[in-house]
């Protein structure tokens, strides 16, 4: 870091110091004589390690040329002992700063002043020059008491100052370090603190200042309602939600208002969001895909859109692709409520102790989300924490006595538990004549007698390899008019069968509890894979296999989605099948 060491009296290349008027991290500023004019002039050396300063001397030079009248004029620049000097227009009239701490004004000079900064900073930002410190400190006062913008490049190179910088810049999440509404939001701190002579941001930690925000602790009441609205959207922490230009701060001032203007491009992407809600929620799932790709496509950084489509594709089980969508969605609104989305990926990536977090947090705010609960449920059951998924399930059961997933699972983790010592013994609060698919499939999976067995208690293949778990999206499937259809397989037998049973079993062949008996000898697991027979919402689990298995060549993960015609490869077999042969997509 270069030590300046500037002081009165100096001779700096033709000028003379004569006062101190200011020093900081950044440098020194002394009111400096010239030495053949005696005009009166500001320096400024700064406080620099790198001799090469270029990008500032560019940015201070772009400036000058614009020659605006409320902009504290550079006249040039000069090295001296490998320090960079800048000699500018010298204003005696102080800053704003001080006319705060003085309260020698009206609101309605303070007014004016905001406007010709909004005014001055639209024709620098035209130019693609953002300022990156608006504060009070850097607008000045010449000698006839005319505002003048000062410190363009210089003041600050670290990104500003923390008082005036909106939570997305404090926090990184923007992404454009000269994204003028930066610009928009310390102005509208600085009209906040010119206005009412406060700054709630002073001395306050990243986190203070992101709970001030969040509720909207601002202290503007005593200020008329049209300047509150001007002020809270300048300093929405929503980039997309304040004024998106100075010139449209400097027109809101102007009318006294704030315009209630929506969009053609927000109109029509809402409507698009919706259309993908209801096609997800029709399960006409190739329709939403259409509709999704379109919208991330047109409308990049709209919330709506990035919602709905991390929404699609979590549905989908595209974890990664949801997961990078909403990451995008949280740098544009940190406030975006999807926590239980979050959760619900960090869950399928096997992160459980986040999983557990995230879905806690947006269940104390949101404790009626019954798919959340029950996520929260698979947390426990996937961690083996038996005991706290039956007694959370407890406890949802008295509140919700029938629903269908909560008891599939309580007595999934019963089980469990009772496996645990290598010793189970059916419940008599359950039956095989259930009429919950899931429930029936575990009961008949765990007491299905010798001959039919598929797993083992404490040997491989472990019993909960073999059991499903009931995600809360096939809350309906016993009342599911829905059947599913082998159109070609090189299994000949299999060609033409179809199933209307929800769940549909793939095993070795000589179990006579698969639907699908393979030929393929000990590679095929005695239970290999099960397919949850949803009308539209067709679900391939492979349960545990050592072959894995083969959906449309890809290698599935666990669980994957059947949409239109799947090809399936198990083992040296392949079934190419379909839940609606009307439609063969």
Not at 233 to 261: W, Y
Request: charged content about 25%; proline content about 3%; overall charge neutral.
């Amino acid at each position: 870091m270069i030590e300046l060491g500037m002081k009165i009296g100096d001779k700096i290349n033709n000028y003379l110091l004569t006062r101190a008027l200011g020093e900081g991290g950044f440098g020194q500023v002394f009111l400096a004589e010239e030495n053949l004019t005696g005009e009166l002039r500001a320096i400024k050396g700064l406080r620099v390690s790198q001799k090469d300063q270029s990008d500032i001397i560019h940015e201070v030079q772009n400036i000058s040329k614009l020659k605006l009248f409320n902009t504290v004029q550079y006249y040039h620049h000069f090295w001296e002992d490998d320090a960079l000097y800048f000699v500018m227009e010298f204003c005696p009239g102080g800053n704003l700063h001080k006319k705060i701490g003085d309260k020698g004004y009206s609101i309605e000079q303070g007014i004016e002043w905001i406007k010709i900064c909004s005014n001055s900073l639209s024709e620098v930002h035209k130019k693609g020059i953002a300022h990156k410190d608006i504060k009070p400190l850097n607008l000045l006062f010449d000698e006839n008491g005319y505002l003048k913008i000062g410190d363009f490049g210089m003041a600050n190179r670290n990104g500003g100052t923390r008082a005036y910088m909106s939570p997305g810049a404090i926090f990184g999440w923007v992404q454009k370090a000269d994204d003028p509404r930066e610009d928009i939001y310390s102005l509208g701190v600085t009209m906040l603190e010119c206005l009412t002579g406060n700054n709630p941001f002073w001395g306050k930690s990243p986190q203070e200042i992101y709970e001030i925000h969040q509720g909207l602790r601002f202290q503007l009441e005593p200020l008329p309602e049209w300047i509150q609205l001007i002020i809270l959207k300048a300093v929405n922490q929503i980039p997309e939600l304040r004024f998106q230009t100075m010139a449209e701060f400097g027109e809101a001032i102007e009318a006294k208002q704030v315009p209630v203007i929506f969009k053609k491009e927000a109109l029509e992407a809402g409507i698009l969001a919706e259309n993908v809600r209801r096609f997800v929620n029709q399960k006409k799932w190739i329709k939403a895909q259409t509709l999704v790709e379109h919208g991330l496509e047109v409308y990049p950084s709209n919330l709506k859109i990035l919602q709905v489509a991390g929404d699609y594709f979590l549905a989908r089980n595209k974890t990664e692709i949801a997961r990078n969508i909403f990451e995008t969605a949280l740098k544009i609104n940190p406030r975006i409520n999807i926590q239980s989305q979050l959760g619900e990926i960090q869950l399928e990536h096997g992160n459980i102790p986040k999983a557990i977090s995230l879905l806690s947090d947006h269940l104390h705010r949101n404790p009626n989300d019954l798919s959340a609960q029950n996520l929260l449920i698979k947390c426990f059951y996937l961690s083996e924490r038996y005991q706290a998924a039956i007694d959370l399930g407890g406890e949802l059961l008295k509140v919700f006595p029938n629903n269908p997933f909560f008891e599939s699972n309580q007595y999934l983790c019963e089980a469990l538990l009772q496996a645990e010592t290598d010793y189970l013994t059916d419940s008599k609060l359950y039956s095989e004549e259930t009429k919950n698919p899931f429930l029936a499939y575990n009961i008949k999976t765990l007491f299905g007698g010798y001959k039919d067995q598929s797993h083992a208690l404490s040997q491989k293949p472990h019993v909960k390899s073999k059991l499903l778990f009931m995600e809360s999206r096939f809350e309906f499937l016993s009342s599911s008019k829905s059947s599913l259809t082998i159109i070609d397989s090189n299994q000949k037998d299999q060609i033409g069968r179809k199933f209307m049973n929800k769940i549909i079993l793939f095993g070795r062949y000589g179990w006579a509890a698969n639907d699908i008996q393979i030929p393929d000898g000990t590679t095929i697991s005695r239970r290999h894979s099960v397919i949850i027979n949803q009308k539209d919402d067709i679900w391939l689990y492979d349960l545990g296999s050592a072959k894995g298995v083969k959906v449309n060549d890809y290698i599935v993960n666990q669980k994957i989605q059947l949409i239109g015609v799947s090809k399936i490869e198990i083992g040296r077999y392949w079934y190419r099948v379909t839940g609606d042969e009307g439609r063969l997509i």
